[in-house]
T-cell receptor, first 116, second 113 residues
Framework: DAGVIQSPRHEVTEMGQEVTLRCKPISGHNSLFWYRQTMMRGLELLIYFNNNVPIDDSGMPEDRFSAKMPNASFSTLKIQPSEPRDSAVYFC??????????????FGDGTRLSIL | DAKTTQPPSMDCAEGRAANLPCNHSTISGNEYVYWYRQIHSQGPQYIIHGLKNNETNEMASLIITEDRKSSTLILPHATLRDTAVYYCIVRAQSGGGADGLTFGKGTHLIIQP
């Protein structure tokens, strides 16, 4: 079975540029999560969706970050404009979520983002 | 969700059982204990979860004390590939859909050859 698929795996860009990270959740999963991992702060939840609807975006650092889920099989996380402090590994995860909080989350292998 | 406390690091010899402790003294009755691990350069991987009974699957066993204030994850025959950071997470189950996980610093388990 295909797991959560993220692209690109690595992204290096200059500050000020727009960055778009992509995620394809596991087929049939209706909850999707975006996390960020840095050495200083560890793994942090940025935003999550249930049935394509954003539920909690309180972890999104600032207005430069935005996330969308246009359909059940695709989500994007966009940073515009990017800054060096956005450098991190960004993970996407999915789960069967409707009313069932104890379903495990399945993570992708992440996108390693470097902003120069 | 209740807070958890884990040792920052542990060593274990290859082939031995690895026992990873977790304290969650403020856990409430409807909160589950979850374990995830993160191997270097990979995303976190779900291992096991439980409420109050001991649980076992193909990866590990989870032992929860009777008062539920602590638990132990057991990898019965550790291999070098089990070297990873292991996260113990406590979260409530309630209706209304899924929500995100709160990761602490975890335990860095190093399996020694």
């Amino acid at each position: 079975d295909a797991g959560v698929i993220q692209s690109p795996r690595h992204e290096v860009t200059e500050m000020g540029q727009e960055v778009t990270l992509r995620c394809k959740p596991i087929s049939g999963h209706n909850s999707l999560f975006w996390y960020r991992q840095t050495m200083m702060r560890g793994l942090e939840l940025l935003i999550y969706f249930n049935n394509n609807v954003p539920i909690d975006d309180s972890g999104m650092p600032e207005d430069r970050f935005s996330a969308k889920m246009p359909n059940a099989s695709f989500s994007t996380l966009k940073i515009q404009p990017s800054e060096p402090r956005d450098s991190a590994v960004y993970f996407c995860a999915s789960s069967l979520g409707s009313g069932i909080r104890n379903q495990p989350q399945h993570f992708g292998d992440g996108t390693r983002l470097s902003i120069l | 969700d209740a807070k958890t406390t884990q040792p920052p690091s542990m060593d274990c010899a290859e082939g031995r059982a690895a026992n990873l402790p977790c304290n969650h003294s403020t856990i409430s009755g409807n909160e589950y204990v979850y374990w995830y691990r993160q191997i270097h350069s990979q995303g976190p991987q779900y291992i096991i979860h439980g409420l109050k009974n001991n649980e076992t699957n193909e990866m590990a066993s989870l032992i929860i004390t009777e008062d539920r204030k602590s638990s132990t994850l057991i990898l019965p025959h550790a291999t070098l590939r089990d070297t990873a950071v292991y996260y113990c997470i406590v979260r409530a189950q309630s209706g209304g859909g899924a929500d995100g996980l709160t990761f602490g610093k975890g335990t860095h388990l190093i399996i020694q050859p």
